[in-house]
Structures are given as C-alpha cells and as structure tokens.
C-alpha cells in the first residue's frame, strides 16, 4: 500500500488489528469492525446469558392500561444500570414534561435514592420499621414496573429495535427514537379508535343526544 492508502484507512486498519490481537479476557473489545462501539452486555437470563448491542434505557407513564414512553435513550459502552437514569429524567425536562415523583426501578438501580427530586425505588427487602400497609405498597409497585418488559419485547419484535440498520453512534439514538415514537402513535391510535367508536354508538343509540370527552 502506498503512504496515502495507508493514511486513508489508517483507521480502518488500527480497528482490524485490534480485533486480530484482543484476547479473551480484554476490555472494551470489538465484535463489529463496521460498528465498534458494540459492546457485550450480560443478560443474567437463563435462555440468553448475553447480547450484543448497545443499552438502551425509557420511562414509561405508570398509569394503568395504555403506556406511554416519556423518555428513551440510547447508551454507548456499557454503563451501570442507576447510571442510566438521570439521563432520562434530563431528557423528560428538556421536554417540557413534568417529573414524576417517584420512579420504580429494577434491580440494578440500587444505589441511588433520590435523583432530582425523584424519589428511585428498587425491589428489596423491606425496612423493619415499614408497615404491613407500606409493604404491600411497595410490592405492587415493583410488580407494576415488571409491566416494562413486555414493552421492550414489542418495541424489539414489533417496532424493529432489535436490529439497528442505521450507520455511526448517532444511528442507535434515532433507532430507538423511532421504536419509541411508533409505540406512541399506535396507543394514541387505539384511543382515537375507541372514541370514534363510542362516537359510533351514541349516534346509533342516543341521537337526541351525544355526547364528547375530552
């Protein structure tokens, strides 16, 4: 190769070599040399112990029914879970929408208690000084935030998340940014449905009168 071959994929080459030359137990390797910023991340499951990719943390409504994603964004490397959240909350201010006083979290947020005002609550053991009533209280919660991971599933089966087609590290923010606004519309799309067939009905059935919710 000619001095200026070599000065225009010295890049490419500096990549190639460190896939050949990393050992097993090296850090920060590479197992993409057309996205090195793919990193391995530990599942901790039974059926998949590890996944290649990149992490990608949302907060969702806490309502029950239909929820919303107020916040998703995509990590590079391969961050501490309670790291993950102040992110989020930053992205849900620089949206304009108001944080939630608490935010149930799973496991691997241990560590932080209270983030911006928000109260970060983590399945544990419970305090010896909680109640029977508080107990109960933050059994439920936790077993509400396990309606997360159903979501992550659609959004990777359903809204295309699971494999990025886009190019560079800006790409893996826009993929789940995508995912995350297709999930929305479809919720906002069963409520239109549900409105305009209640709509429907109150034609049919009460037409002296009808009536429409905000």
Sequence with gaps: MTEEQKKRYEQTLSLCKRAVNQQKNDKDKIYSLHKPFTR????????????FGNKVGMITTGRKGRKIITAVKAFLGNPY????IEPLLE??????LKLPKELIYDRGGKGR????????????????KDT??????KRNKCRARA???????????????????LWAEKGIQINAYLAATA????????????????????????????????
């Excluded at 391995?40 to 996944?51: F, M, N, R, W």
């Excluded at 879970?81 to 993950?84: A, L």
């Excluded at 999930?183 to 009460?206: A, G, Q, S, T, V």
């Design 40 to 51: 391995c991340i530990a599942k901790g499951k039974a059926h998949k112990q590890y996944e």
């Design 147 to 165: 309606a997360i991971e159903p979501i992550f599933g659609h959004l990777k089966k359903d809204f295309r998340m699971e494999q990025n087609y």
């Design 81 to 84: 879970d309670g790291d993950t």
């Design 113 to 128: 208690k209270q983030i911006k005002d928000v109260s970060i609550i983590t399945p544990g053991k419970p305090k010896v």
């Design 132 to 137: 029977p009533c508080q107990k109960r209280q």
């Design 91 to 96: 992205q849900m201010e620089e949206n304009k």
């Design 183 to 214: 999930w929305n519309l479809k919720k906002m799309m069963e409520k239109l449905k549900e409105k305009f067939l209640y709509f429907i009905f109150r034609w049919f059935f009460h037409q002296d009168k009808i009536y429409f919710s905000a």
